[in-house]
């Protein structure tokens, strides 16, 4: 580490030295269990307790209330199962999806991409509804064999799917899902001007934009699931639907993400849409990194199953206090990435970079509980990949010398930074000043953040290989939340020349 890095982060410590931890206990090893449960509840509520609630000029608490929070908990103990039975023949749907689709197109000017008779077609009005067909079928053979979640649900919807056409859709807009309609619409024109522009594939972006379309479909329950009761939403808060950004990059991160692994994938981040609520989801998901169930294929199966209580699990919200900070994290996301309508940045602010911190420092205090074989090393450069991740995210820079919360976010980061230290100060039995020493001169966290920002080009060391292994599904949501700088958070704290004050 350089010589100023070491100042800087020997600075930060000095400055909340005097702050105490939650708890006076010196280590878990000089404690009874029942003392030690004690204060690891009190670490966990710390970090609960920490998020930021969003209020009106009214005073009011924005977005959403308790109450939406028990609706949308009654929400997810509604699931029901799909009656319908997928005979396992996809190639039958598809000719079912174009019978839809021709009687929607019928007498219009692309009815001809949904008939047999190709006599009377011209040599472009053949190369599209060839690139149209192919990359209908590309798309059903992908969904038919990699994808994951209840086939049936997702058939039995697509079953009453339609395809549609139009010349004059919005200039920035490829296709639209219409959920209410069950149907899919290509914006032709646009599309076509869009490959030409970019030197594109025609067939290829088609398929593209059709798997796409399709995860939205797969989003929503079948008719037999809603006949039965089961009522799928975020929730609806107090002035908007919240979810509308995990909504969008799940239908687009399945695409490359949903076999589980990125670079078996011939795309790659860069040709992402929706990069901005990639980046986003990617955080989220940074969070799962600490639970048992941590993956993409359950991520994937709670979205397209439509299974409520299974994304609040992945997530790590069982209680309904932890599903209400799950809200707020997916409300400021939401406003963030511009997904939804309303202007409410300045409302947020930067206090989104704490909630996703001290949500994540709660889930790294229950993992290093859970797992006894989790060493100091590792967790100090887990904890400084957080750290760099969260002064990595959007709007640090731009709010640093103009946003007047700017001060508050950095005291809270220090101050939440301290007590997980405190915290691995008691559970590994070692001095502060020891995990000072092992941070300043922790050469893992460059080498290990520099293997995920080359994604793996260089052959990391046995020590950078256990922690991919123990945290496997990092190196996939890499792509989204990557490059960081492995001294960002220690050059942030230091750039933006405020000190620590309680």
Known sequence: MKAKSKKTLAFILAMIMGTSGLSSCSNKNNINKETYEDVLTQYLNYFENKSVRYYDDFDRLFYITNLDVKEAIENSETKQECDYQYDGNYLNVFDKIIENSKNEMANTEYEYLFCGDEANIDEEKLKLKDAFLNALKNALYKWDHSC??????????????SITFDSFGPETELARYLSDENKIILHISYIESYCIKNELDLQEILTWIIEHEFNHLRQHPCSCKINKGQAY???????????????ESSAESAIYLEDGNISSSDKIFTSYTYGKARYYE?????????????????????????????LYNYFGAETEDEIYNFYELLFSVDVLSEEQTFDEKDLVGLSYNVNFFNYILKEMVEYTNRNKDFSLEQNIVMLNLVQNVIVNLPGNNKYVYENNDVKKMINELIESSYQYTVFLSQNYNVSIEEINDLQQNNNLTKEFIDYLNKSGINNGSKKVKDLLNRFSN????????????????????????????K
């Open 148 to 161: 994951v979640g209840d086939k049936n649900d997702d058939y039995h919807v697509a079953t009453t799917l």
């Open 233 to 247: 939403t975020f929730t609806k808060g107090s002035y908007q639907d919240i979810g509308a950004m995990l909504i």
């Open 282 to 310: 990617s955080c989220l998901m940074l969070i799962n990194l600490f639970q048992e169930n941590s993956g993409t294929e359950e991520y994937y199966e709670a979205i397209f199953n439509t299974d409520l209580k299974a």
């Open 474 to 501: 990092l190196e996939n949501i890499w792509y989204a939340l990557g490059p960081v700088d492995y001294n960002g958070y220690n050059s942030f704290i230091e750039e933006s020349g405020i000190s620590y004050t």
